[in-house]
């Protein structure tokens, strides 16, 4: 099986978890790692494994400190049609949807922090914090969020030996989470979350992947 159909299998029983939670009256359209519960009644995301799907050996870059280089990716470019305002956008605590997903991302250190942006780019540019964010406009965001991870891909540090993928409505990501796959990741092609009720974002891909990541098409690669 190619990395690619191995990440799209993945995929498929994590959207499935989430209809299934969707259909049992649990927060459709967020996501939101922190009201997992795990069966002692202990949040989740406190309780997250990682499962490496594919084992490899990818080239081992290093920055002068020696210290892996890792870049974070937060995809936010749907044009939220069906719920009529730009999901990104919508209040969140302190903060919009968007904006607490970055603080998380950016609690976890990465070394670059890209965000893809799509329809609703100005008002998002104009409503959220984008300070230490790399921001990549995806102009052919209506043909899924694969797009945009081709795009965001395009503006990855070239140091970097992977990327930890994450999606614009996940501001209840554990960043103890973020830097543990961040930590453990290079070592492997693929890693996924694996959680008391499926496999999640985020997800580890190694730069030796980006070449068939480019060639997926439509919602797959993203799991949104």
């Known amino acids: 099986m190619s990395i690619a159909a191995e990440l799209i299998a993945a995929l498929r029983k994590g959207n499935e978890r989430e209809r299934n ?15 997992r519960r795990a069966d002692d009644g202990t949040p989740a995301a406190r309780r997250h494994r990682l499962l490496v799907l594919r084992f490899g050996m990818p080239r081992h870059i290093r920055n002068p400190a020696g210290r892996m280089t890792v870049t974070g990716v937060v995809l936010a470019a749907g044009s939220s049609r069906r719920l009529g305002t730009p999901k ?9 949807l968007l904006g607490a997903t970055l603080d998380v991302a950016r609690g976890a250190g990465f070394d670059q922090l890209i965000v893809t942006l799509g329809g609703a780019a100005e008002k998002v540019r104009d409503t959220v914090p984008l300070a230490g964010v790399d921001v990549v406009v995806s102009d052919d965001h209506g043909a899924g969020c694969s797009a ?16 930890v993928l994450m999606l614009g409505d996940q501001p209840g990501v554990n960043p103890a989470t973020l830097r543990q796959m961040a930590t453990r990741g290079p070592a492997a092609e693929i890693m996924v979350c694996r959680y008391a009720d499926g496999i999640g974002h985020p997800f580890w891909l190694s730069r ?14 993203c799991g949104g």
Request: net charge neutral; hydrophobic share 30%; proline share 6%.
């Open 148 to 163: 945009s991870l081709r795009e965001a891909l395009q503006r990855v540090d070239p140091q970097a030996a992977g990327i």
């Open 208 to 221: 030796t992947i980006f070449g068939e990541l480019a060639q997926l098409h439509g919602d797959k690669g």
């Open 21 to 35: 939670r969707a259909a049992g009256g649990g927060r459709p359209g967020m996501r939101h790692d922190g009201d």
């Open 88 to 96: 990104q956008l919508l209040p969140y605590r302190d903060t919009t």
